[in-house]
C-alpha cells in the first residue's frame, strides 16, 4: 500500500533551518510529484511547492521561492524539504504529499519554532 | 496567489444536503479543471474526498459530489451524517506548476 513516512518532531531557533523527510513505498517513486503542504496551529493549509522525483525539479509558491528547497533521493525514495531563515510564524504540520491529485499524505511533521 | 475563498462554516441536520463553495479567480479555477477537495478531522492528516473537479477517489461514499460554474467550485454533502462533521478544504492548480488552497469550511451536523 502507498506510504509516506516523515522524519519527527523538530524544535528550531529563529534564523535556524531545518530539513524534513519524506520516505515513498508502495509505489513506482518517480511516477509521482510530491508536494508539501504546511498547517499553523489552528490555520488552514497552505501549500508551499512540489519536486518530480524523476529529475529532481521543483516548483515554489511565490512566498517560499527564496528560503524553502526540495531535494530527492532515488535510492531510498526519499524526499526532502529545507526551510532556511526559521521565523516564529513557521511553526507548523509540515506534510508530504503524493501526485498532483494529493491523494496519498504523510503523517505530518511538527516543526516548532521557539527562542 | 490569494487564497480561494470558502465560507467560514455550513451547518445541517442530519439527512440533509448541504454545499460548500470555493470561489477563486480566472487564472485558476476558471482556468483549469484541477480543484480537489479535502476532510479534515482534527488532529488528523486531509484526505482527498474530490479530484479533478468531479472524480471521487475509491472509498470514499458517492454521498460527495463535486461542480464547478465559472470561477466558482462546489463540494456538495447529500445524506449529511455525524461523521461528516469536519473541515474542508478546497485547492485548485493556478498555473506555472503552483497549487493554492482555501481557508477552510468546517461543517457542523446539528
Known amino acids: 500500500q502507498v506510504q509516506l513516512v516523515q522524519s519527527g518532531a523538530e524544535v528550531k531557533k529563529p534564523g535556524a533551518s531545518v530539513k524534513i523527510s519524506c520516505k515513498a513505498s508502495g509505489y513506482t517513486f518517480t511516477s509521482y510529484y510530491i508536494h508539501w503542504v504546511r498547517q499553523a496551529p489552528g490555520q488552514g493549509l497552505e501549500w508551499l511547492g512540489k519536486?518530480?522525483?524523476?529529475?529532481?525539479?521543483?516548483n515554489f509558491a511565490q512566498k517560499f521561492q527564496d528560503r524553502v528547497t526540495m531535494t530527492r533521493d532515488t535510492s531510498t525514495s526519499t524526499v526532502y524539504m529545507e526551510v532556511s531563515s526559521l521565523r516564529f510564524d513557521d511553526t507548523a504540520v509540515y506534510y508530504c504529499?503524493?501526485?498532483?491529485?494529493?491523494?496519498?499524505w504523510g503523517q505530518g511533521a511538527l516543526v516548532t519554532v521557539s527562542s | 496567489q490569494s487564497a480561494l475563498t470558502q465560507p467560514a462554516s455550513v451547518s445541517g441536520s442530519p439527512g440533509q444536503s448541504i454545499t460548500i463553495s470555493c470561489t477563486g479567480t480566472?487564472?485558476?479555477?476558471?482556468?483549469?479543471?484541477?480543484v480537489s477537495w479535502f476532510q479534515q478531522h482534527p488532529g488528523k492528516a486531509p484526505k482527498v474526498m474530490i479530484y479533478?473537479?468531479?472524480n471521487r477517489p475509491s472509498g470514499v461514499s458517492n454521498r460527495f459530489s463535486g461542480s464547478k460554474s465559472g470561477n466558482t467550485a462546489s463540494l456538495t454533502i447529500s445524506g449529511l451524517q455525524a461523521e461528516d462533521e469536519a473541515v474542508y478544504y478546497c485547492c485548485s492548480y493556478t498555473g506555472s506548476s503552483t497549487w493554492v488552497f482555501g481557508g477552510g469550511t468546517k461543517v457542523t451536523v446539528l
Open positions: 479533478e473537479v468531479t
Open positions: 519536486i518530480n522525483p524523476a529529475g529532481g525539479y521543483a
Open positions: 480566472s487564472s485558476d479555477i476558471g482556468s483549469y479543471n484541477v
Open positions: 504529499v503524493r501526485s498532483d491529485n494529493l491523494d496519498y
